[in-house]
């Protein structure tokens, strides 16, 4: 599936190169590959939202660093309703100790979430009623 990862809100962030790298492993596509390469957060900085709405992501994995993640909010940003994540509510959380920070956190239990999150998505694609632990 492709994936958006949102790193902070207010402005929009997107995630962290090892965030993609996490993503793809776990079976997923990053919407914006380009900016993952940027180590500075403000070089992630999503100047035009609605750039998320043209990439269409089928999830939305937001670890908002320091705050709680807000499916809510996000699903209330102008045109987002058009968004496939936020149509089929695949808006999700990840802990931010789980994945922003690097190290074996990230490697372990960020991936292993993001894996079952993707894995959970796409059981509902195929139809199948999947049962992933939490």
Known sequence: PK????????????????VAELVRIAGGD????????????RDRILADASEVVRRAPDLILGSWCGKK????????????????AVRDGELHEIKSPLILQPGPAALTEGVAAIARIIQAWSARQAGVAGRFPA
């Open 30 to 41: 990053d919407v914006f590959p380009e900016r993952a390469l940027e180590p500075m957060a």
């Open 3 to 18: 994936v958006y990862f949102e790193e902070w809100d207010e402005p929009p962030i997107t995630g962290i190169r090892w």
């Open 69 to 84: 993640f807000r499916p809510e909010k996000v699903a209330a940003r102008p045109g987002w309703d058009a968004i496939p």
